[in-house]
């Protein structure tokens, strides 16, 4: 038989360290090019070739079809085949490797793995403590698996409880380290220094050092903000709510969460409180279900929902659970950074608050850097149209710009407004022009009726159009 050998670039001193002293469960934290990705090949080939399986996880697709490749290149002189579509490999001697993305950890389940590498830990979307606890780590039972976290880190969040469990000495099975991108000789000399020269003392922490910061660069919130402003106890009374759906395109391997998320208007301060988030992966039936129950729970006035991807769809889905329940179909017309601004500016004013804690929404809302991820994440979506339905129209959040063309009477509601088709709110009365008298204001209950009624004359008037 002829012999077949693997040759990977020898560990420098600080791989080496982690190679040496791991314990079973361990995160390294380290900058920019450190060489993370290549301790993590190492890795992965040593329990390869003693016929073990290996699980390599990785935030997105888009990484794992990167890291992919680069395995399958370093690995193929020992291949015995591999499987893109499976992203799975398979070495002389049994050893198997199947690389999975936290997009979807679901998939995971029901696996056993001798070793796990996970890359980039910290880019993790869903909350990477339940994803560890409910998801990898059984799958590392069978086989008494080990675990590496190898991450340059992104604010502080699950990842860097981790860390502080591998520093102290009541969790024996858990071993931290800490390593910058100078720590790797490899790195062409000159490289970090012009990088640096070029980055924002805070980037630099972050990137090079490898520095847990208080926030993550480009978000739009920060827990600071968030904790700044929450709401401890019940929700006080609220003049509106609406429940907030962006639908996932569908519920298939790759698909999105679809964010429901509750938002109300406080009747005496004429604040914004997030109530609820009920956000989840879910087919199109039990999303509808879903918000249809939270809006019966909490009687919300109408549910409003993102129809860019369904359009008429998303309002029949929801009709078939609920025929009664008023439905606001909204259309983006911008950009996502560009929607959340007013809303930030809300908070930033100390108008939202947060009814208790709502883990899963806030690290969305503290993780999306717009600058780095143009998708932004569901919950966060749902949650500023919530707000952008209570809170902008009623002039609450309005730049001076809009404030002066509502002095001058303009229209208000149009794709400008963020509003392209032309709804005005319930509870909205412009005040009347200079010499005119008022007419007496409708009551909130005779403003909801007359917008349930012109909803209705509506959807008569397009099933009378379609020749029903
Ligand atoms: N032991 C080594 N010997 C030689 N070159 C190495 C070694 N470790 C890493 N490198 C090289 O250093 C560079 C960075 O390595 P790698 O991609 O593993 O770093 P990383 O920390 O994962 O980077 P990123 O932060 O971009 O994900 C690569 O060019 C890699 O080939
Ligand atoms: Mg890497």
Partial sequence: MSERRLTLPLPHAAQNQVLRDHARFNVIIAGRRFGKSMLGIRLVADTLLEGKRVAWISPTYKMLSDIYRTTADLLAPVLVSRNASERRLEVFGGGVLDMWSLENPESIRGRHYRRMIVDEAALAKNTLADTWNLILRPTLIDDKGDAY????????????????????????????WHFTS??????????????????????????????????????????????????????PDMARIVVAVDPAVSSNRDSDETGIVACGMGR??????????????????????????????????????????????????????????????????????????????????????????????????????PVEDRESPDRVDAMVWGFSDLMLKAGLAWTPEQHAAYARGD???????????????????????????????????????????????ERIRQMVSRGW
């Fill in 149 to 176: 976290f190898l991450t340059t880190p992104k604010g502080r969040g699950d990842l860097m409880t981790m860390y502080e469990m591998g520093r102290a000495p009541e969790h024996p099975d858990w071993a931290s």
């Fill in 411 to 457: 229209d208000l509601y149009g794709p400008e407004w963020g509003d392209p088709e032309g709804w005005v709110p319930p509870g909205f009365t412009p005040p009347p022009a200079a010499g005119e008298s008022a007419a007496p204001p409708k009551t909130a209950q005779e403003r909801y009726e007359e917008e349930v009624a012109a909803q209705d004359a």
């Fill in 182 to 235: 100078m720590d790797n000789p490899y790195l062409p000399a000159g490289e970090l220094d012009s990088m640096r020269a070029s980055m924002p003392a805070r980037a630099i922490e972050q990137e090079i050092e490898g520095r847990f910061i208080d926030e993550v660069l480009g978000a739009l919130w920060t827990y600071k903000l968030i904790d700044a402003t929450r709401w401890h106890g019940a929700a």
């Fill in 268 to 369: 005496d301060s004429h604040e914004g409180f997030v109530l609820a988030d009920a956000s989840g992966t879910y087919s199109p039936e039990t999303w509808a279900r879903r918000a249809v129950e939270l809006y019966r729970s909490l009687e919300a006035d109408k549910i409003v929902a993102e129809a860019n991807q369904g359009g008429e769809m998303v309002q029949y889905t929801i009709r078939t659970i609920d025929r009664n329940v008023p439905v606001r179909l909204v259309h983006a017309t911008r950009g996502k950074a560009i929607r959340a601004e007013p809303i930030v500016a809300l908070y930033e004013q100390g108008r939202i608050h947060h009814v208790g804690l709502l883990p899963e929404l806030e690290t969305q809302m503290t993780m999306w850097s």
